[in-house]
């Protein structure tokens, strides 16, 4: 079992300075840094094992091919999934497209409706609002506790039998909620509702297992999870892919072509049309071998850990509003300063040294429900340490000096 040292010093960029300080790195939530078993997997394929996959039939081709068609498998064991239901997407937000337009267009009728959430990502609320719009469905909302958590009560009440889909996030990017993924796909599935989870926020940070939750799709992205940006997955469940038309057209997807019409692959080729993000592929498969070596319970216990010492020791700070729920969550406090903007402080964290995220983090909704335009949001990771967490509050008091609100 490596130490936190061990692990920071698999990550070449931890060692940076930036404007003369130690990097501290507490923006994972938007995109985590990258270990350099990653990055000498990335150029091992590219020096040595690269072709394009599943066209050529000379000896690199196969070797390419077969360590795409091994880093699906390698993803689908990650999430304790069928490696068939694993479709290699560009991220999160294309997964979530994907659903929204080959299940969405065929399957979710006019009069019926999908049910979210108001914490959602963007990307898993936009692509939703458009299918409705060119099917004729209703937007319904699942109403939140004060806290943040779902209301599972009121939810319920909405959960009737013209509910095609529900759309939800496993961990919220803002309110680090922790949502009863499992206990929601039961209460939709007996309603006959199809569930999509969000799973961007949760995949590189605890263990998934999708037999378990028995979600119909899940997504996530390579680019949270250590691996490289432009590469994603999307689950679905294997006889739901069968029946749904491909999203996009074009070379790799199809199976006949005519002049005039054609055939296509069977899944998951059937959903990855032209050249897949190959290279990409191997980084997300290192990275997930990467994670699962240190183990997804200690990387969970280890993120719990920091944004425990986080939470408290910011809600001890004269001034500063947290958001979300103050128990179990996800890896990352959101939060505001009075008579500070979170842009504001960023920059003055930044000349520190200390990276964190500021403003609607992609969650406008949420924020007017939040009655705030903005929010600030330090993010954790495994490589991160208590002593970065004390930094951040040394920070935040360092702001409000120089802002004079001491
Ligand atoms: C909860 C959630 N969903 C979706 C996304 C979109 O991910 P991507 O930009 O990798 O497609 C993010 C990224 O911040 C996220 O936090």
């Not at 690199?60 to 064991?77: Q, S």
Request: aromatic share 8%; charged share 20%.
């Amino acid at each position: 079992m490596k130490t936190v040292e061990e692990i920071r010093r698999d990550f070449p960029i931890l060692s940076l300075k930036v404007n003369g300080r130690p990097l501290v790195y507490l923006d994972n939530a938007a995109s985590s840094q990258k270990p350099i078993q990653v990055l000498n997997a990335y150029c091992r394929f590219c020096e040595s094992r690269y072709a394009n996959v599943h066209r050529g039939v000379h000896t690199l081709a196969e070797t390419a091919t077969g360590d795409y068609e091994e880093a699906r498998k390698t993803l689908a064991d990650l999430v304790q999934a069928d490696a068939r239901g694993v479709v290699f997407t560009r991220g999160t937000t294309e997964s979530i497209n994907l659903v929204a337009q080959s299940y969405g267009r065929k399957f979710i009728k006019h009069g019926q409706a999908i049910l979210m959430t108001p914490m959602e990502h963007h990307a898993n609320l936009v692509p939703w609002q458009v299918l409705a719009r060119a099917v004729g469905a209703e937007l319904r909302f699942w109403p939140l506790n004060q806290d943040g958590t779902l209301d599972m009560v009121e939810g319920r009440k909405l959960l009737d039998a013209r509910v095609a889909m529900v759309a939800v996030a496993h961990v919220s990017n803002v309110l680090g909620t922790i949502n009863p993924v499992r206990e929601i796909v039961e209460m939709a599935h007996r309603v006959g509702a199809k569930v999509l989870v969000d799973g961007a926020q949760a995949a590189p940070h605890m263990p998934v297992n999708l037999s378990e939750i028995g979600a119909d799709f899940y997504a996530f992205s390579g680019h949270k999870m250590c691996g490289s940006t432009g590469i994603g997955v999307l689950y679905g469940r294997p006889e739901i892919l069968e029946d749904m038309d491909p999203f996009m057209t074009g070379g790799e997807m199809i199976r006949e072509v005519w002049l005039d019409h054609a055939t296509w692959n069977e899944i998951p080729h059937k959903f990855e049309a032209g050249t897949p993000p190959i290279t990409e592929a191997i980084s997300i498969a290192a990275a997930a071998r990467y994670l699962q070596e240190i183990g997804m319970d200690w990387i969970h216990a280890h993120d719990t850990m920091l944004t425990a010492r986080a939470w408290e020791l910011l809600a001890a700070e004269p001034g500063v509003t947290l958001y979300g729920p103050a128990g179990e969550r996800g890896a990352l406090v959101t939060f505001n300063v009075a008579g500070v903007h979170p842009h504001d402080l960023a920059a003055l964290l930044d000349r520190d040294g200390i990276a964190i995220r500021a403003g609607h983090h992609c969650a406008q909704p949420l924020h007017r429900w939040l009655g705030v335009q903005a929010t600030a949001r330090a993010s954790f990771y495994l490589y991160n340490t208590p002593e970065e967490v004390d930094a951040l509050l040394e920070g935040v008091r360092a702001a409000k000096k120089v802002l004079q609100l001491v």
